[in-house]
C-alpha cells in the first residue's frame, strides 16, 4: 500500500514545473530527489539547484498543492542540500527541453572544458558552436548570456554547477 502511495506522490510531484524555467519540471531538472512514506505520511525531498535559489519556496509550495490535489493530505517538503545539485542531474528530456526552448543545456561532466579558456557551447537556435559568452548573468543567477556568432541571436546558457 505504501508503494501505491509513493507512487502517487511522485506522479503529482514530477509534474510540478520549475518557476523560471517553465517548460522542465522538477524532475526533468533533477530537483525532485526523492519521495517516502513512513507511517503514512509523505515526505517530499528536493535540492535546489544551487543555494539561495529563490524559486525553492514557491517550488514547495506547488509540490504541495500538487499533492494536495492528488488527494495526499498532511504531506511534506524537505529541503536536501547534501549532496549538493549538479547539472549532471537534468535528464536527458530536460536538455531537449531546454534547447528546445532557446536555452543551451551545461555540458556533462565527462564532457566540460577547463573553466577558464575557449568554450564552444552549441547555440539552440542554429546548432553553431562560434559563440561568445557576453556576460556571466543570464536571464536569472543559474544562467550566463551568450551570443552566437554565426546567427547573431543572443541565448542563455544554463550553466554547470
Known sequence: MSGDLRARAWQAAS???????????????GVLRDVVVADGTVTVRITPTYSGCPAMSMI???????????????????????????????????????RAYGIAPPEKAAGRRALFGERHIACPHCGATDTREIAPFGSTSCKALWQCRACGEPFDYFKCH
Open 15 to 29: 509534474g510540478v514545473v520549475d518557476p523560471e524555467i517553465p517548460v522542465l519540471t522538477i524532475a526533468d531538472l
Open 60 to 98: 514547495a509550495l506547488d509540490v504541495e498543492t500538487a499533492l494536495a490535489k492528488a488527494g495526499i493530505v498532511g504531506a511534506r517538503v524537505e529541503t536536501v542540500l547534501a549532496p549538493a545539485w549538479t547539472t549532471d542531474w537534468l535528464s536527458e528530456a530536460g536538455r531537449e527541453k531546454l
